[in-house]
């Protein structure tokens, strides 16, 4: 029951960087997410800590033991490939029991392994079918349950609930966390479904161009972004731009467009007349009809309504010509129709200031 | 102008009964020329086995070479099949950038025609001046050892190119999950990878042993005195011209040797048809732990390094050795001018170049012709699925009948219908040989066209025709041509058949043949010394090689 520990890890494909000296720890017995968009390196760190590929330079432990020079069959690992990788002339059964068979169990010791893991998988049924007449669900968890069967430490998830539908992977992925915890696994899980890492995950590491961003758990992660890509990529947020006008103790202010005045806290200590970006998340905001006078309220025109079940999603003109989105719960609010005037206002401390990225905003949250 | 054309043939395609005429044509021309008589003239000529039934040597005689060439050609395949197997494992799925060299050094022995390959393997192995130097005596002399290298050599890049693209399209992922289960890279590729691309390696196994029973003209120039069922014919077929047998033998002899070798390669080829997808391999418990003991470090590299060197001592230097005389011939300088002016003996060698080129580009352009559409038939299962699967079993008929017999065959049955050339024998004997090759590569390509592309076509208001012209030729373009250079090659090689066919017709490898015989002291030719011999074989090493490297680089144009 491991600590997976990656240290200063490059994977350099030519010239290209997959991975950018990287360094984290994922603690014993812990359900941790690598999250990320297509692209930013979270599969090519999986495939290093399952030993399908090698880093260019590095180190990776699991427990106290080096293993970035170790096959990937002696790292005590299981992998569940997005694909399932179900081997196509195998029944289920045999799928399941080729972990064992391969480690040189008997035949009996290998069974009673095999039933284990599938009581664990919630299935006993149709184990004499190949993976071809399986469905999705199923195919899944056989996956799981031969990377179980291995006597996989440490369970290794590449995007593995990708291939289902929406529903089954609702289920599905409640149940993998439950039993990773059940037989005290420290799984490590990738997906680029920012909702499916939120949901199941202790910790996430948000990832971006070969490197990690941030780590916390999900509720840090989604109160205190530390940068303008979390605060984009985990939830949603409004991007206002602006210079910084005046600094004090308790607040800085920020001049935006068309010399629009508003306040917020600056964590940051970013200096006076520097550009900044103000991140304010659509579900913290409320809103109101009309023009009424308040302390750092924001005005505008609502341009266009969407009713998403749940939300409400208002699409908002401010008078200074920035576009600004408010999610409102649908069934406890009056609704406010398109054309409407309204004033908006938020909590200080739910406006995280940030300075205006070198690159450019659209290039910072670009995924 | 064209566009007129393209109407004219789109309103003509729109049209059903005309689609089934051209259809249902294609499939008579393949009975009627293809595969039909290959069968049926040594059946006509059954009567004539009564002849052998009285001579008991004859008939031992012509038992014991078939089964030599059945013994040949599955021992041959399966050492084909051992020694490949590492060759296409270290080709594709190796890092270094020296593969592709590898990978078009493979392909080599290939292009040789196989007469110049038997001539130049003969050189090596066993005529001094070569390898047999070194050790002071003849280190392999012609007989069933020599017979047995010469078709590993010439079996060994047909089966590394299957194999190799078995596993550039099987997916990777397979063995990656057995090894994260706990499997060394030898249980991962004996228990996943070899299993998933079994239907690779019986294709490769078959086509190996398909060639080994087939190849006639090398295994002449190495067999010395020993028989398989190729040279048995041929030996038939001199002694007939010699006058030691009457007409009545050697008919009977032949269609009795034709007949049983038909016979026999189509029982074994439907036994690996259909034993070959049932057998499984056990598990092999215990085998694991003795797998990952030669899976790493030392073991690997001894494993690459005998590949390496069989592929190099066994399989490229004895090919290209007759390049040595070639240069000799150059040096000498009388030898190439006489080559060059045509002097001599050279004009019959310059003609039978002529012969060749022209016939296998005949042979290349009537097969994409004749293939295409029943390619199409094959893949896209236009008359239903079971004539479909039909068509593509008979598909391999051609290729399994030992190609001297085919011939044979070819000539009893064409032989009861005056006024057929020799020429038009060539060009059916070579037609039937190369044809289901064409077809197979270009019913794959199409059957990995997605069939979406094509129904999008039609909504968008493409008729048959121009969905043939602007969907199906640019996406298979380039297996046409890889196809079309498997006929090439297939074609300018082809000697059993061109023996049996015509007398008076002399292809290049037909030539060579000829002339290491001469060298030999049988029926000697004017003019024919180790000199002459060597530069014809490079020459004729070497046009085939300009061709390949032009087409190969059209190919390559379009490969992603």
């Known amino acids: 029951m491991p600590e997976v520990r990656i240290v200063n890890v490059t994977k350099k494909y030519g010239n290209l960087y997959a991975l950018d000296n990287v360094s984290l720890t994922i603690q014993d017995q812990e359900y941790f997410s690598l999250l990320g968009p297509s692209g930013c390196g979270k599969t090519t760190l999986l495939r290093l800590i399952a030993g399908l590929i090698e880093p260019t330079s590095g180190e990776i432990y699991i427990g106290d033991r080096r293993v970035d020079k170790v096959p990937p069959e002696d790292r005590d690992i299981g992998f569940v490939f997005q694909t399932f990788a179900l081997f196509p002339h195998m029944t289920a059964w045999s799928n399941v029991l080729y972990g064992p068979k391969v480690k040189n169990y008997d035949a009996k010791q290998s069974e009673t392994i095999g039933h284990e893991v599938l009581e664990l998988v919630k299935l006993n049924e149709r184990l004499n079918a190949y993976p071809s007449e399986l469905s999705g669900g199923m195919m899944q968890r056989i996956a799981v349950a031969r990377a179980l069967a291995a006597g996989a430490k440490t369970l290794l998830l590449d995007e593995p609930l990708g291939q289902l539908d929406a529903k089954v992977r609702n289920e599905i992925r409640y149940e993998i966390r439950r039993m990773a915890k059940d037989l005290k696994l420290t799984a490590i899980h990738v997906t680029h479904d920012q909702a499916e890492a939120m949901s199941i995950s202790d910790r996430i590491a948000v990832m971006k161009k070969g490197k990690v961003v941030q780590i916390g758990t999900p509720q840090e992660l989604y109160m205190h972004p530390n940068s303008l890509f979390v605060a984009h990529f985990i939830g949603e947020s409004n991007f206002l731009e602006g210079y910084i006008t005046e600094v004090n103790d308790a607040y800085s202010e920020i001049e935006l467009r068309q010399g629009l005045r508003i306040k917020a806290l600056n964590p940051r200590d970013i200096k006076k007349e520097e550009r900044v970006v103000l991140a304010i998340r659509p579900e913290t905001c409320e809103m109101k009809r009309g023009h009424i006078k308040a302390e750092n309220a924001l005005f505008g025109q609502v341009d266009k309504t969407t009713f998403e079940g749940t939300i409400v999603r208002y699409e908002i003109r401010l008078d200074n010509g920035d576009r600004f989105v408010i999610n409102r719960p649908s069934l406890t609010e009056q609704w406010i129709n398109v054309g409407d005037e309204v004033t908006i206002t938020y909590p200080l401390d739910k406006a995280h200031l940030f300075p205006y990225p070198e690159a450019g905003l659209t290039e910072e949250i670009s995924v | ?560």
């Open chain 2, 1 to 560: 102008m064209l566009s007129k054309l393209w109407n004219t043939l789109n309103t003509l395609s729109a049209k059903k009964p005309l689609k089934y005429t051209l259809y249902l044509s294609a499939i008579i021309i393949f009975f009627a020329i293809i595969l039909i008589p290959p069968i049926i003239g040594i059946l006509i000529k059954a009567g004539s086995l009564q002849a052998v039934f009285g001579q008991p040597e004859l008939m031992n005689a012509a038992l014991g070479a078939i089964s030599n060439s059945f013994i040949i050609g599955l021992v041959v395949a399966a050492l084909d099949l051992i020694a490949g197997l590492p060759l296409a494992w270290i080709i594709s799925r190796g890092k270094s950038r020296w593969l592709s060299v590898l990978d078009t050094f493979a392909d080599i022995p290939f292009v040789v025609p196989t007469a110049a390959l038997g001539y130049s393997l003969l050189l090596f192995w066993s005529s001094s001046g070569g390898l047999s130097d070194l050790f002071g005596s003849t280190l392999v002399s012609p007989g069933w050892l020599l017979v047995m290298l010469l078709h590993f050599t010439f079996s060994y890049p047909v089966v590394v190119r299957v194999i190799v693209g078995a596993m550039l399209d099987y997916k990777m992922e397979y063995e990656r999950a057995s090894r994260t289960l706990g499997a060394p890279p030898l249980t991962a590729a004996r228990t996943v990878t070899f299993p998933i691309i079994k239907p690779s390696l019986i294709a490769a196994f078959s086509l190996a042993f398909a060639r080994s029973l087939s190849e006639t003209g090398a295994t002449f120039i190495v067999a010395g005195a020993f028989q398989n069922g190729p040279v048995f014919l041929q030996n038939l077929s001199n002694a007939f011209k010699n006058g030691s047998l009457t007409q009545a033998q050697y008919e009977g002899a032949t269609v009795f040797a034709s007949l049983i070798l038909i016979v026999v390669s189509l029982t074994i080829f439907a036994i690996i048809r259909v034993l070959g997808q049932r057998i499984k391999l056990p598990f092999g418990h215990g085998l694991p732990i003795f797998e990952k003991k030669l899976s790493y470090a030392k073991a690997a590299w001894s494993r690459n390094s005998i590949t390496l060197f069989v592929f190099l001592v066994i399989v490229l230097i004895p090919s290209l050795f007759v390049a040595l005389p070639a240069f000799q011939a150059v040096a000498t300088g009388t030898t190439f001018v006489e080559a060059f002016t045509g002097s001599g003996i050279w004009a019959s060698y310059w003609q039978s170049l002529l012969l060749s080129y022209g016939l296998a580009a005949i042979v290349t352009v009537l097969g994409i012709i004749l293939g295409i559409p029943i390619a199409i038939l094959i893949a896209r299962k236009t008359f239903g699925k079971l004539p479909s699967a039909i068509i593509d079993t008979l598909i391999n008929v051609p290729i399994i009948v030992p190609s001297i017999a085919l011939g044979l065959s070819l000539r009893f049955f064409w032989q009861g219908i005056p006024g057929i050339p020799d020429f038009a024998l060539l060009v059916f004997a070579h037609l039937a040989i190369t044809y289901p090759y064409f077809v197979r590569s270009m019913s794959a390509a199409m059957e990995r066209i997605n069939i979406d592309m094509e129904e999008a076509a039609k909504t968008l208001g493409a008729k048959p025709f121009t969905l043939f012209r602007t969907i199906v030729l640019p996406l298979t373009k380039y297996s046409i041509l890889s196809g079309a250079i498997i006929v090439f090659t297939r074609s300018v090689s082809e000697t059993g058949a061109t023996l049996a066919v015509t007398s008076t017709l002399q292809t290049a490898p037909v030539l060579v043949v000829n002339w290491v015989n001469s060298l030999r002291g049988i029926s000697p030719i004017a003019g024919v010394n180790a000199l002459t011999v060597g530069l014809a074989c490079g020459l004729l090493i070497l046009f085939s090689f300009i061709i390949l490297l032009v087409l190969r680089l059209l190919t390559r144009k379009g490969k992603v």
